[in-house]
């Protein structure tokens, strides 16, 4: 009699082929669940592949559009980075999945939900926390971090060796020295040789982008429209080509960056648990999305409510993202102050990419007009008495100095 | 008989040789100060100049070392930026220049100090803010917030005029639809016909920095060798060359940056005085050491440190930077942050520059052991227990099941 | 021919008075403007005064249901406070005052409004970018920061002479050595025997609430009810009085607190154009409604979220508020992330005055359920795993471990 | 033979009486280890106990002076505080047990240490963190967290049968139906009665101060004194008593608050676990030393350095404290942020304390001169041209004229 059914994120390779299968054996029954969400793979094959195995349905969830919709553009809206550098393409995706597998565990009668994440990575976390909070009576079952399961499986020889006794397929072509991560923002990798921060990813690693060096000789001049922060239309080859359906839109965004080689991303980062890794990351689309809108701020947000946002939502929403901690009230809190902050971010920007990188041409808004030309002018008093000034400084300098008559009268001079 | 004796920053050029004539019809004796800090400039040119228009003496102070050493390194180790993109290149000058000035102004005897800077950007702030805390009795004269002044110079013909008038020699050069001003780590073009921001900087207009699309086809690789942060050695040409002495390793990161088309910004920011403005830059070497040291301090630096280095002092430093607030109680504060946040940012970084774009191959050090290949590596577990991480999501999950829970009580389904 | 119509803002006082009758004097129509804002005050008085100096219309507005519901509520909900200590008394009536003004200045065909606030402190800012915001084109007379008006009146008796040549009535008693000013929710003193931060403030200044010695020699009991962090009742004498109209609630808490020697400050502040200042307040009401408030987001508020709201609305929305920022975009933004932090902020509190002391008695909430007995008790263990702690700690003392280890290898030993 | 030595943190309560005996019958040797830090007990009685029950030595180390200087007075510096309320009293003690047992435990070569704490509260992490990094590879008992114990002694039956049967001797006191935890600075109530958050803590729980309404009816004045931040002198009875050395001015302020009833704490909080907690605290000295600080900051700091302390230092660090992370790299870094916050925190507050209440009555400094009354006072113009805040209110405008122009021109009223 059937332990009762685990909804399992079945991804078609060894380590979940062989979890499926070790579950069977472990006496439940297993709903195998795959996200599409934007990543290269062969859903057929995993399909036929799960059922072959002994899963009792396959089910593929199509995610694109909450993907972009819902956390990819909310993140181009907030700037959001982790660690000065790091996108974010991995952890985007991941509370979109959960929510997805959540759906498919309780439409399907699941009383667990099962993963192939590794015991020291951040997305068992991301994973976890999210399946706890949409249904915190839900049973995780994480094999890898199961005494039983990973002394059994010790390393790859041993996968093999038990695929081969399950009857399941193998890919014949070897496995390459990293592993990796794909959605329709980007594609992660890690572990193997990476590894040694110190070495430099080969240059067939990189499957996203175009080497920079073997990029066009000429650059390319796009305009990304946005409304409220929000990516609307994306305009190339001079006008010719236009498109603002949101997926659609960002997969043109990815193919003009892929093109041009720009979204390439090399770090140690901090995981949530506290060890340092190594990361390789390409994220073509999200790179240029999120350079032009940055870029609309300057012309279309108040300063102060820039400030505001670059202190505390951008930090706090990419750390929040990046620990998984997406399904939380802190993260409900903190989303919510994305959507104020940009009311005015309404424009165009003109920008080009070229061999790597990403260049502002220039930036335009038909509604706002917190700038303005005759006011920013150097040579125009209009609206504006140079006096004020005088008044503006003197103000800001009756603190100023008082520090400096203090700073000499206890003898410290004042220096850089 | 004098008003008294007055330190003028004169750079030689039309504005500030009008103020000195000015200056001196108004009745004070003249000293006129000029700061070598990097820029390209006919000194002795200038010097002649100064003295044929009546200066009673003039005066160059070489402030390259301090400038590198007491403010571009801290900026590097800070990560300093402005509203995420801009380098800060005229701010950081900024407090060098009016701590030289008002050394000669005292060392001279003047009761005042003058400057040719407009009445609505930053520079008269930086600057005045400056003198009041280094010498807080100091009397500041801002022609162009004089009304007498601006008023009898209305235009560009009147000065031209007003120098005919009193022998003021002009170049003959057509002037620059554009102002600038440069440093030995940055040039600033604004005003003139980049005061729309949808216009694309012309070509001709770039100085410090190639044209991306005429640096070498082929990439250039290098390595920054940092000891608490602070760039110590740059190593060119395979370790052919090798450079340390502070200013000549910044002089070699700009040309490096210069040939290979690094370091330009085009940017909408906000100025102190609450008007947007426009600016394009170029920052070369910054650029390059800048992104090395962010690069180390993912190999070197504690996840929890760096958070707070970034959230608190990365911003509030380049805030106070740029607001000309570096003489204050609260950036000497902030200052004394800087220091013990870069113990361990001790390492190399490999890297490359090819065609506008800045790549990082590869980093190590060799006395910060935080990263742990071991460790991270997801093929091994040495000194890690998986079922750890079992608890340390248990308990991070109180909360989180909590939070769903009673979203579930309530009827408020949790969704992305 | 009049210049034009002014909207005075008039107490009745002698200011105000003089004010009035030197802006008539000048050639404007005046629109005199009181709001009643909770202030004792004799509204019928200023009416009859203001129209004898020859004001052409005398408008009074009550704002006190806008007051407590629009700015004293959200001050509650965000613990709204400056500098530690001063519960913002004074700011919070601005803006509402400053709206009523506005309103009755276009209503009236004003161009300009008028004040008598001082040159030296954070009224007149905080007026003046309320009046800008609301109407930007409105013109403002700020006569005591006006050279012609602060050099004639240089002092009270010059004041006076001026009243007695216009006939102005002046109230027989003596001035008191401090001024004040006074709302729903608040008194304030300063200035005069107060500029000596060491003056102990004399026992007869205090007005809105009895001195501690002389508060009842038993303690009084309480109740406050909350919904999503708004006062909603307040329960008196043991349930037999219970009021739950915003205005009658607040009223009630002032008299409560009043008798009981509760909401005295007295503080050195910093004023927002650098100064610093010395201030005595009564807050009766707001400083039992506040606490009461923190007391229940214990009970009731995700850590997180309270963590986030402390760190950065509570501070940024009570410095916006004293330097009169309300009326600015970063202020629209932070008010829009209140009452998304106030959701679960629903319960009720008990609480006891007692001759100047505020004590909580106890809390509970009929709908929030993140306090959990049992999990809290020391003595369950039910849905607790204590090795799920040991996990816990184990993943938090990874990065601390490196960091022991790393200072035992470079002999830094750690210590206090 | 013996499976070696541990360090037990021993109290000579039934818990750790239980535990010591535990562990010898585990097959360890067992040091008994207990801090003075200023607790009421009886330290001959438990050294007794300890051998009588099988310890091998008991080791007393007096860590008053460093608790006070290293921790109490820093944390007054640093105005810290957990949740607005709870002054940190049991979190300040814990790295100072925890260095001294650390101490002792690597005196006495032992392998591991261990303790009482249960796996539900915030002691045990705190401990164990400060043992990890102060000796990365020591051995942690927790004995509480251990299954095989925890389910052998599941209540306090269990307990008290296990002393009967090794002649553990066992106060014949009653229980208390809450526990406490006591040091120099603080003691604080929890559990059992308190678990329920609405029972209002009974009369004779306190401990360390007089019921307010037991307190004398004549208010006590005294003086406190601060040299960059830290207490140096308190000053008594009218000058007739003075204290200056550390602890004895600590001891001292505790007196004088416990006799006036001042320093009570009750507080729902978050634990570091995520759990809900209710504790009850006295704080009666640390209350009054912290608050007399917090007004002479007002009178000594600069603004900005104030604010950025506020929102940055005492937050960071208080959390840091609380979560026991005193030994981390965070800590270390913002420990080092708060003496040059202090440099001019020297003055004089005086001050009165009356049945439960604390109240300023005026400050004075000698060497620091940020206030100056004359600047200040609304009567003076000296050194103060007031159409310099004509000019500064200008500038603030520009960005909030034209949010309210954008506002008007968009049909989007501004409003409270």
Redesign the interface.
């Known amino acids: 009699m059937s332990k009762g059914k685990v909804c399992l994120a079945y991804s078609g390779g060894l380590d979940t082929s062989v979890i499926l299968a070790w579950l069977l054996e472990q006496g439940y029954e297993v709903i195998a669940f795959l996200a599409n969400i934007g990543q290269e793979e062969d859903f057929e094959a995993a399909e036929k592949k799960a059922l072959a195995i002994g899963a009792s349905k396959f089910v593929v969830v199509d995610v694109r559009k ?1 993907f972009v919709e ?2 990819c553009f909310p993140a181009i809206q907030a ?1 959001a980075v982790y ?3 790091y996108l974010l393409g991995t952890s985007l995706a991941r ?2 999945i959960a ?1 997805a597998q959540i759906k498919v565990a309780e439409e399907n009668g699941c009383f667990a939900v099962s993963h192939g994440c ?4 951040n997305d ?2 991301r994973f ?2 999210s399946f ?5 009576d839900v049973v995780v079952i ?1 094999p ?2 199961d ?1 039983e399961f ?1 002394k059994r499986f010790a390393g790859r020889k041993d996968l093999l060796d038990y695929a081969a006794s399950k009857n399941i397929p193998v890919a014949q072509t070897k496995a390459k020295p990293w ?1 990796t991560d794909e959605n329709l923002a980007h594609i992660s990798f ?2 193997g040789i990476l ?6 990813p080969p240059k067939d690693m990189w499957k996203l982008t175009v080497d ?2 073997d990029a066009p ?1 000429t ?1 390319e001049d796009f305009e990304v429209h946005f409304s409220k922060g929000i990516p609307t239309k994306l305009v190339l080859d001079g006008g010719k080509k236009v498109v603002s359906e949101p997926v659609e839109l960002f997969l043109e965004a990815n193919a003009l960056a892929r093109r041009n ?1 720009v979204g ?1 991303i ?5 995981r949530f ?6 990361g390789c990351y390409e994220t073509p689309g999200l790179t240029v999305l999120r350079s032009a809108h ?2 609309l701020e ?2 279309t947000l ?11 939502v951008t ?2 929403y990419s ?1 929040l993202l990046y620990n998984g ?1 997406y ?4 993260c ?3 989303r ?2 994305i959507e ?2 940009q009311k ?1 971010v309404n424009g165009v920007v ?1 920008a080009r990419v ?4 990403f ?6 808004s038909n509604t ?6 005759t ?5 125009e ?1 209009t609206g ?23 700073a ?2 206890k003898g410290n001079n ?3």
């Not at 108040?302 to 505390?312: A, G, K, L, N, S």
């Open positions: 909450e819902q956390i700037n660690e000065n550098v509370p979109v929510e590794t015991g020291k990575g068992q976390v976890e926390l706890y909070a949409l249904k915190p994480a890898w971090r005494p990973f592993s890690e572990a590894e040694d921060p110190n070495t430099t920079p060096e000789n650059p080689g390439r090399d770090i140690v980062e901090n648990i506290g060890i340092k890794s190594r940055v870029d300057g012309l108040d300063r102060e409510v820039r400030t505001i946002r670059d202190q505390f930090t706090t750390k901690m399904f939380t009230p802190e409900e809190y903190v919510s102050m104020p902050s005015t003109r070229y061999k790597g990188s260049t502002v041409l220039g930036r335009f706002e007009k917190l700038y303005d030309e006011e920013s002018s150097m040579d008093l504006f008495s140079p006096e004020d000034t005088s008044g503006f400084i003197a103000v800001q300098s009756i603190r100023i100095k008082k520090y400096g008559e203090s000499r009268e004042l220096t850089l």
